[in-house]
């Protein structure tokens, strides 16, 4: 199964107040792992992005006066995202920004995003797992133990990366968790991912001290024949 973890950030919330997508991420997920083939583009929406919008993007009308318009991308777009499930987190908001997208775009006039490919909503999803809690992206991080701390700010590329995370953990787990940031997909088995290479720092590593192997060790002296012994 080809599923593509999508992101989009944009100009303010309502499409229908002539709102415009600025920035689309996605990463390719094929059975359930991560390929590292990924789609990332900047848009310039030919109109101003409201000052809520950038507080929370921190993407200025001045960066994206050089960067094309969705006319000049739409087509590799569609091409990326064609025949695959799309898995979007509140995925009505993006979904609309995209339909108004291509409905602007004459070629792609009335063609709507469920034409192109399937939609799986990971907030819908979350919902029925985790009723009554919080089920944002920060939440679902927390939740299941996914560090999401060096994003200080949304951004469509990070944002799908840390989504394709959360829906992996969430669908099934995961069995072995390359780091590496090369090519070669780690382990084997439909529950593997491949992470896609970072420039992140590294992670720090913490060892047991002397002491703390001693009191794991009378710990398990406590347990009749201990798996971890085995």
Known sequence: MRQIVLDTETTGIDPKEGHRVIEIGCVEVI????TGNHFH??????????????EVHGITNEFLADKPVFADIADEFIEFIRGGQLVIHNAPFDVGFMDHEFAMHGPTAGVKTKDICGVLDTLVLAREFHPGQKNNLDALCKRYGIDNSHRELHGALLDAEIL???????TGGQTDLNLSGNNQSAGSGPE???RIARNGNKLKVIQASADELAQHEARLDLVDNPIWRQ
């Open 31 to 34: 059975n359930r792992r991560l």
């Open 41 to 54: 583009v900047y848009i310039n929406p030919k109109r101003e992005i409201e000052q809520e919008a950038i």
């Open 164 to 170: 394709a995370d959360v829906y992996l953990m969430m």
């Open 192 to 194: 593997v991912i491949r």
